[in-house]
């Protein structure tokens, strides 16, 4: 929600998709002087997808930003994993985000480029305790990432990963706002958890002209959690 609406504040026109169209979002950004359509849909379902693409391409000609941010992030212990949690967890958070990369990259190639910035985790770059369906997929969406920058550098699309450490959203208080989370504090040399507007700020970054040469980056806004 803070990235539409830090891209809003930066002029961008919106479409948002998520399992819960959000009132909210529509209102701020329309606020802004900018136009938003919010589209309620699954991500594990391809025909959702499309229909998203063809809705934005229709409301504005091309899309010059996907920021795939869609996901679900339920911890177990390997032991105790259930094919419930990999099954949904990989759907949303890997499938569903690479299809929706490669819907909207066919019209960024068709309309001469753009940038597509996937949302990763630290846990895709270290291992943590229940993490193994979550970090497994975030691995991927780093790798995703990579690939796509390899083959779609040449059409001017950059594709760029973020990695955040725990970040004070919904799913972050959901996971972390407990004992766990205090003594995970501890183990982040910056001592602290990330708020939604720093990570905002990271895809409103790659998107930019100032980010012109980032192609296949992992950009990593973790408090220095992943450095040892
Ligand atoms: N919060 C953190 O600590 C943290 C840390 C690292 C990475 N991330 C990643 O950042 C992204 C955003 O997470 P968040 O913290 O804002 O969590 P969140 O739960 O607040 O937001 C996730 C969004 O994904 C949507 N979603 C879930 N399943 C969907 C589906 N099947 N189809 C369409 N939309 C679906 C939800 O409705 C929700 O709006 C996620 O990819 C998450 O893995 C979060």
């Known amino acids: 929600m803070e990235i539409t609406k830090m891209f809003a504040r ?14 909210e979002v529509e209102d701020y950004v329309t606020a802004q002087g900018r136009k938003c359509q919010t589209i309620t849909g699954d991500i594990t379902l391809t025909d959702n997808i499309q229909k998203t693409v063809d809705a934005a391409i229709k409301a504005f000609g091309k899309i010059d930003v996907l920021v ?11 032991t105790e994993s259930t094919e419930k949690v990999w099954d949904l967890t990989m759907a949303v958070n890997l499938t569903g985000s690479t299809r929706m990369a490669l819907a909207v990259g066919k019209t960024m190639i ?66 972390w706002n407990n004992e766990k989370g205090e003594a995970f504090k501890k183990t982040i040399p910056s001592r ?5 507007e720093e990570v905002a700020a990271c895809a409103v970054y790659l998107a930019s002209d100032a ?14 959690y992943t450095i040892c």
């Not at 961008?12 to 009132?23: E, M």
């Not at 979550?134 to 991927?140: F, H, L």
């Not at 001017?156 to 970040?167: G, K």
């Not at 980010?211 to 220095?224: K, M, P, Q, S, T």
């Open 211 to 224: 980010a012109r040469l980032f192609n296949g980056a992992n950009l990593v806004i973790d408090g220095g």
């Open 110 to 175: 068709e309309k001469g480029g753009g940038s597509i910035i996937n949302m990763a985790s630290q846990a895709g770059i270290v291992a943590l305790e229940r993490h193994l369906a979550y970090g497994t997929a975030k691995a991927g969406i780093i790798q995703m990432t990579k690939q796509l920058a390899l083959e779609w550098g040449q059409y001017n699309i950059r594709t760029n990963a973020i990695s955040p450490t725990i970040i004070l959203t919904q799913m972050g208080e959901m996971n």
């Open 68 to 78: 795939n941010c869609a996901g679900v992030g339920f911890l177990e212990i390997a």
């Open 10 to 23: 930066k002029g961008a026109d919106v479409v948002a998709f998520d399992l819960k169209a959000s009132k």
């Open 192 to 196: 602290r958890f990330g708020y939604p």
